[in-house]
């Protein structure tokens, strides 16, 4: 099986969308990790793929910040898959 689409939009969710809420960038870090967790796990997933609408933009779905920054997600996951 391929996820091709999952995350959670971090702060400020863009405009239209705020009525399906927002998490913080540490509970998208923390979030995404734990799915990623959960997929390898279920030995039935063979790729996932995280949601991104363009790099750089300000719908919060996004790794980076619109400055170019990383959030706290893209640092995590790198690290769980440095180490797993």
Request: aromatic share 16%.
């Amino acid at each position: 099986m391929w996820i091709t689409e999952f995350g959670w939009e971090s702060d400020n969710p863009a405009p239209g969308y705020a009525e399906y809420g927002s998490v913080t960038e540490q509970e998208q870090a923390d979030r995404t990790v734990e799915a990623l967790k959960i997929f390898r796990s279920s030995g039935k997933v063979a790729a996932a793929y995280s949601f991104l609408y363009s790099a750089n933009d300000d719908w919060n779905f996004n790794w980076l910040r619109p400055d170019g920054r990383e959030k706290p997600v893209a640092k995590e996951v790198h690290d769980y898959l440095a180490t797993s």
